[in-house]
Each structure stands twice: as C-alpha cells, then as structure tokens.
C-alpha cells in the first residue's frame, strides 16, 4: 500500500486564496482525502458542498460548575476569579469562564468542579471529490489547535478507511497555534502569498516555522502579476531561502467567477488560471511523493 503523504496549504493571512487553491487540488487529485483545518473560519466546504455523514462533538476547555447545596456561599471564588466569571451571587458565567480550576482549587466546601464542554463539532463528510473531515468551533471558544489536532486524525482514519494516499489540508493563516497544529508532522507545506509588502513580512514569518518544524516548503505566488516587481523580490527572497517558487498565478475574474458558481478553478473551465493550477499541482505531487 502506498504511504500516506500530507500536504497543507498555509499563508501569512487570510484571504490569499490558499481555499481556492486547495479546491482545485481536490478536483485534480484521485486519491485524496480534504480536511478542513482552518477551524476558526472554515470555508472549504463553500466549494466543496460536503454532505455530512457523521457529528462529533468536541471539547475544548472545561467549564466550573457550581453545586448550590454545597456552596457556602464565602466569595473565595468571586475574589480568587481573574475572569469575572462569578457573579454577586456566586453563580458561574458560562461566556467568560476559561477553565483554569483556580475556583475549584480555592472552594473550602468543594462546591465547585470542572467538567468538559462542547466548544464545537467535527464533522465526517463525502464530497463529490471524495472523504473529507472538517469543523466548525462555536463563537469566542479556545483551543483550536485541539480541534485542528482532531481533523487532522480524522482525516488520517478518512483516508486508511478508503484506501486514499493523500490527505490535503486547507490550514489557518497566520503563525499561531492553529498553523502549528495543521504542519506538525507533514509531508510539505506549500504557501500562498501575494506580491506585497506585508505579503513578503507574512512569508517570511511562515516560512520560519516551516522551517523550525522541519517540514518541506513550496511557494506560489497569487496574483502575481499586480506587481511583478515585488513578485520578483518574491523569488529572490525564496531562492536565497533554498525554497521554490512553484507557481506564479495571475489575477483573473475567473477565480470569483467559480465561486460564486461553486465550482473550483478546475470545474470552472479550461483557461490560464486553470492551466497554472494545473502545473502547480503537478509540481506538489512530484515534491510530495518524490
């Protein structure tokens, strides 16, 4: 059986069209497994129109909760609460409580005790493409690295369950925990990034935690040709890096035009945008599998 090969598609900020491109992916591949591991903002499944199969809940941080009939009702917790989790009457505010046990600890009654709470759901789905695993994190909850964590493993399980080799990963942007949890461990990451300033600061940050993790990196460059100067400053960035740029995509309307369709680029009909994605696509798999 052929060895299971991870790719996440990642960028320095939102908006950069890592979704589009890993749609595209998803119509080109044959044998691939989509997890949806931008769990704060997902929208893969905009494309993708997933059916899901399958809900499950996830916990993320614990909630306190309080016994009435053994609380004496002394204000150690109110005053111990760096939260303000505790009102007047000393009962516990579900939207501000982090789950740090402080209250619990303090309690001389022990009134008070942690226990799970829903802080999203992770969802098992087919797609016209194939299996994918994705999540939805309830407004203002923590711990989405966690819930990337679970996607990610579903996906894995997705992908040994159906016989599929690749599992592709659209990632969160940024640097943070999420993008941590999303490129720990795989087979290469390819980022997206546009010809700004700001785009190459953001590349240069992701690139750095690429690196520190060890994972394999790939360029492409959206939009490139808005600023060929800075697309070219791009390149230089990346070749003294020893990282390849592997795609330079031009602006099209194209790319809203199959959106707003639901389609993905490849769908939307044979063009240049199309045929770019096309080549980059076949670059990752030859980095990916070589």
């Known amino acids: 059986m052929t060895a299971l090969r991870e790719l996440t598609v990642i960028s320095g900020k939102g908006g950069t069209g890592k979704t589009t491109l890993t749609a595209a992916f998803a119509s080109l591949a044959q044998n691939a497994v989509m997890a949806d591991c931008d769990v704060d903002a997902a929208d893969l499944h905009l494309i993708l129109d997933p059916k899901v199969k399958e809900r499950i809940p996830f916990h993320g941080l614990q909630l306190a909760v309080r016994d009435e009939g053994l609380c004496n009702q002394c204000g150690e917790c109110e005053d111990h609460c760096r939260f303000g989790a505790v009102d007047s009457n000393y009962s516990i505010i579900e939207e501000r409580c982090e789950g740090c046990g402080v209250c619990e600890l303090i309690c001389p009654t022990e009134a008070i005790s942690l226990v799970d709470r829903v802080s999203g759901t992770a969802y098992l789905s087919e797609t016209r493409f194939g299996p994918m695993a994705h999540a939805e994190l309830h407004t203002a909850e923590e711990a989405s690295g966690k819930l990337v964590t679970l996607v990610r493993n579903l996906a894995k399980k997705l992908a040994k369950v159906n016989g599929r080799s ?42 750095g935690v690429a690196d520190h993790f060890k994972v394999k990196a790939a360029v492409c460059v959206n939009k ?12 230089g960035f990346c070749s003294k890096r020893g990282v390849e740029v592997i795609g330079l995509i031009p602006y099209d309307n194209a790319a809203t035009e199959a959106m707003i369709a639901g389609k993905t680029l490849i769908e939307h009909g044979e063009g240049v945008l199309s045929a770019e994605v096309r080549r980059i696509w076949s670059k990752v798999v030859r980095m990916l599998c070589g």
Do not use: K, Y
Not at 224 to 234: C, G, H
């Open 166 to 207: 690749i599992i592709l990963i659209d990632g969160p942007p940024g640097i943070g925990c999420p993008v941590i949890a999303a490129i720990s461990g795989v087979n290469m990451v390819l980022v997206v990034t546009e010809p700004t300033v700001s785009g190459v600061h953001d590349l240069e940050r992701v690139l």
């Open 224 to 235: 490139a040709d808005i600023n060929m100067d800075m697309t070219r400053i791009i390149q």
